[in-house]
């Protein structure tokens, strides 16, 4: 089975910390996307990737930065954390065309 | 741009009903659409995905529909039974890049 996993299910941070979230696959999938949803606004892109070290902006990068140096490995950076960026993070995997594969999401509070 | 609309946003129906789920989608010109299911609090999982070619998809007791030219998908759940229980998505996918379009869910409660 395919697994997508991120590296924490929850997280409090402060304001102004910098943030790393962590999201590895294992079905060697070329294409990986970083998510947040909030109640009422669904599911918002952040940043995708179809490549090693590529990277494409989605709808609200402002705020965060990517990288992406192993095929496997997909992070997502928050700079300096503000309380508007509390919300799920669902990192997602897949080859072209193909099923998305979701983790489980990140429940991250900026306080 | 295309814009996903699922309607309703929210269904109740006793357990052992057959139900439907409607998602309609403007832009006809897709690669795929596909079907996800969301427990609270959690990840999502992929249900279905239908080519733009074909015309369903089945797993089990769920069958998804697609129907290009008017625009809709429907998720066909057979026997629903309190495990069904879950916030379903769909997500439709253009030629011209990798990104997802989204609905906004349609939350459905079986009720033993």
């Known amino acids: 089975d395919v697994k997508v996993t991120q590296s924490s299910r929850y997280l409090v941070k402060r304001t102004g910390e910098k943030v790393f979230l962590e999201c590895v696959q294992d079905m060697d999938h070329e294409n990986m996307f970083w998510y947040r949803q909030d109640p009422g606004l669904g599911l918002r892109l952040i940043y995708f990737s179809y490549d090693v070290k590529m990277k494409e902006k989605g709808d609200i990068p402002e705020g965060y930065s990517v990288s992406r140096e192993k095929k496997e490995r997909f992070s997502l950076i928050l700079e300096s954390a503000s309380t508007n960026q509390t919300s799920m993070y669902l990192c997602?995997?897949?080859?072209?065309?193909?099923?998305?594969?979701f983790g489980s999401g990140t429940q991250l509070s900026v306080l | 741009k295309q814009e996903v609309t699922q309607i309703p946003a929210a269904l109740s129906v006793p357990e052992g009903e057959n139900l439907v789920l409607n998602c309609s989608f403007t832009?006809?010109?897709?690669?795929?659409l596909q079907w996800f299911r969301q427990d609270p609090g959690k990840g999502l999982t992929s249900l279905l995905l239908i080519q733009s070619s074909q015309r369903e998809q089945t797993s089990g007791r769920l069958n998804a529909s697609l129907d290009k030219s008017s625009g809709r998908s429907t998720l066909y759940i057979a026997a629903s039974q309190p495990g069904d229980s879950a916030t379903y998505l769909c997500a439709t996918e253009s030629y011209s890049n990798y990104q997802l379009i989204w609905g906004a869910g349609t939350k459905l409660i079986i009720k033993p």
């Open positions: 832009d006809s010109a897709i690669y795929n």
């Open positions: 997602a995997s897949s080859f072209s065309y193909e099923k998305l594969f």
